[in-house]
């Protein structure tokens, strides 16, 4: 019976620790890493002439923003529409459409803007 109790005692530990070793916690000792790329425009639609900006957020493996480095962003259709690659400023240049997009750490985000 006494063998029997400390088997059951022992299982029930390894069990936990099996259990505990598997959580991931937000606040715990794992180190966050840019799993996901967000990109906002501020707005989908704008006229010749006019300009708007791109705003670029990392989000770690916890979806919580972090600092990730340099953002790079490109247009698909400069003669549409012009992007500054390092702050993120579009300007309009013909009627169109074209995808703007932005890079961190080889992670991607597209967005549509439109040229009326």
Same mark, same amino acid.
């Given at each position: ?7 059951? $005692? %022992?299982?029930a ?11 991931? $916690? ?26 708007? $900006? ?29 992007v500054?690659?390092s702050? /993120? ?12 997009? %932005?890079?961190?750490? /080889? ?10």
């Open positions: 019976m006494r063998r029997l109790k400390i088997v059951n $005692s %022992v299982v530990i390894v069990a936990m620790g099996l259990i505990a070793g598997c959580y991931e $916690s937000p606040t715990g000792p794992g180190q966050p890493a840019l799993t996901t790329v967000r990109l906002t425009l501020a707005a989908d639609s704008i006229e010749v002439g006019q300009t708007t $900006s791109a705003t670029v957020t990392a989000l770690d493996q916890y979806g919580l923003p972090i600092a990730a480095g340099p953002a790079k962003f490109t247009s698909s259709s400069p003669e549409v529409a012009t500054n690659e702050t /993120g400023a579009i300007e309009a240049i013909s009627p169109g459409t074209a995808q703007i997009t %932005v890079t961190i750490a /080889g992670k991607t985000a597209q967005r549509t803007i439109t040229v009326l």
